[in-house]
């Protein structure tokens, strides 16, 4: 190599994120035949112009040796020389399975903030003490068969009964239209969607409850409100119930809807904001159009984040189970205790053999936006993915939709489709969620506000009207990930305390749909 001009640090090029990886992550465009100095000193050339979010080899990888990122193996060697770009034509998908765990697994409990030191935001509380960061009035159809009438009542409602102004702590009528209800087997399909809509109804982040169906359907009021009052928590908010075809059909529903918000806008209205600690905000995490960055800046940025709000004594939920594949083994020894870790690996089976019984396998996940953002396969995509979830310890691990028994960081079981997981995790009781993209996503949700965290600052850039806050100073080298995680948290405190409305709000995204485990039609 030449010894005249200086050559440039791999920093200005690439990242190494653990200093056990023998691959780098590209941050702006090599050429071929690049001359890098490595940390140790050595140099190197770059054999390729790899592209941004994609790697290449920081030395020779012999084949049948793994390839590594993030200090575990991402894939193994077809045969790779130093500076070679990582792609399917030099690495196989093949990774080592670990599940062994051991018998005294015992991970301690996180270093919690003394009280006085923990922040506080200005919350809903609600009867039963739970608090809420929204206040709205939600219409909830029972069935595909009332969503129409559901979604005519929240759009008409808004628009002529509702205002900021009249309503100062109603924070809109909003609808959760879907496609589910009747047609469908009996079981588990029937019995998420219950449950999902019963959280919904229950959530603290809804103030009102009007409640409506066609009235022959599987899932018609009586069947819903036999579940959503029999159930251990008290449903105590203001709530009507509509029947379509009882009173007449579509316009007489929508006409019958619309005096119940006008009835029940005043009394949801008298609930105001108090200050609680943030101990009571329960976060979901989520990522969706992920890049090769995403695992690097915005998921351990919100990591560090959910690792403040864990040590304030809140809760933290992240789903999307196809994304722990290649790294449950991280997450399984992460368990509080070895029963927890067990449920790890379960959940995660569970998937694979539910998805294998329609032809699936999980790594199937990445889709062509992903790849093409450099994220090869399932592994790299999972090790980025779980970032999002901080570093303290795993207390349990639910259903989709269902509420977290424990404090903490929980696992819900879910698929990595945003449409779907993100509602589970509202339902299961997130309050607030912060979502990562490195490609740029605008996804909301009906009840929770959705954070949208970027991982580069070009997608930001380009998409600064629906993304709130971007990392990609991790990428720059302008911010460190500690730095980018105290913003995020208090970003969230913000959002949650509706000093600051998401992106995601003002374009009053409100994305519905929940995940059946049985697919079939009938």
């Known amino acids: ?46 054999n390729a112009a790899v592209p941004p979010r994609h790697r290449f080899a ?20 077809l045969g790779i020389e130093c500076g070679d770009w990582i792609r399917h034509e030099n690495m196989s998908d093949d990774v080592p399975v670990i599940r062994e765990l051991p018998q005294d ?46 979604q005519q009542i929240s759009i ?7 205002s900021r102004e009249q309503f100062p702590n109603v924070d809109g009528v909003v609808a959760i239209p879907h496609n589910k209800g009747c047609g469908c087997q009996d079981g588990s399909t029937i019995d998420v969607m219950l449950r999902t809509l019963s959280n919904y109804a229950d959530h603290p982040n809804v103030g009102g409850v009007i409640l409506i169906d066609l009235g022959c359907e599987k899932t018609n009021l009586s069947v819903v409100e036999k579940y959503l009052l029999n159930r251990e928590k008290a449903f105590d908010k203001p709530v009507a119930k509509i029947g379509i075809q009882e009173v007449g059909g579509t316009q007489a529903a929508i006409a019958q809807g619309l005096k119940e918000v006008e009835r029940m806008l005043p009394e949801v209205n008298r609930t105001t904001r108090e200050e609680v600690s943030v101990s009571e905000l329960v976060l979901g995490v989520k990522c969706g159009g992920s890049d090769g960055f995403s695992g690097i800046s915005a998921n351990p940025s919100l990591g560090r984040a959910a690792d403040v709000l864990v040590r304030s004594g809140g809760t933290v939920l992240i789903t999307e189970v196809p994304e722990f594949c290649g790294a449950e083994h991280v997450l399984a020894n992460r368990a509080k205790d070895l029963d927890t870790g067990k449920a790890v690996y379960e959940m995660v089976d569970w998937y694979k053999d539910f998805a294998a019984k329609f032809g699936a396998v999980l790594n199937q996940n ?36 269902e509420t977290a028994r424990n404090r903490g960081l929980n696992l819900m079981q879910g698929p990595g489709y945003d449409q779907e997981s993100t509602p589970g995790l509202v339902a299961a009781g997130a309050t607030v969620i912060v979502f990562t993209t490195g490609r740029g996503t605008t996804i909301g949700n009906a009840i929770a506000p959705v954070i949208k965290l970027a991982s580069n600052s070009p997608v930001f850039a380009r998409m600064s009207n629906d993304l709130d806050l971007s990392a990609g100073g991790v990428i720059d080298g302008t911010e460190s990930i500690d730095e980018v995680g105290g913003r995020v948290f208090e970003h969230i405190v913000k959002v949650a305390s509706g000093a600051e409305l998401a992106k995601a709000e003002i374009h009053k995204h409100r994305e519905f749909q929940f995940w059946a485990e049985q697919t079939v039609s009938l």
Request: glycine content about 10%; aromatic content about 6%.
């Open 1 to 46: 190599m030449s010894t005249t001009l200086k050559i440039p640090p791999i920093a200005d090029y690439a990242i190494i994120v653990d200093h056990s990886d023998n691959v780098a992550v590209v941050k702006t465009e090599t050429r071929e035949g690049l001359e890098i100095a490595l940390p140790d000193g050595r140099e190197m050339r770059v």
């Open 58 to 77: 920081t030395r020779a990888i012999p084949a049948g040796e793994f390839v590594r990122q993030y200090g575990q193996p991402i894939g193994t060697s």
């Open 105 to 150: 697994l015992h991970m301690p409990a996180p270093d919690y903030l003394p009280a006085e030191g923990r922040g506080t935001f200005m919350a809903f509380h609600r009867p039963d003490g739970r608090v809420g960061t929204r206040n709205f009035v939600l219409i909830v159809p029972t069935s595909m068969c009332a969503s129409h009438e559901a």
């Open 156 to 162: 008409i409602s808004e628009y002529t009964l509702w």
């Open 366 to 401: 990445p889709s062509a936006g992903n790849k093409a953002g450099g994220l090869l396969n399932i592994t790299i995509k999972s090790l980025g993915a779980i970032a999002k979830a901080g570093t303290t310890r795993i207390e349990g691990v639910v259903g989709y939709a």
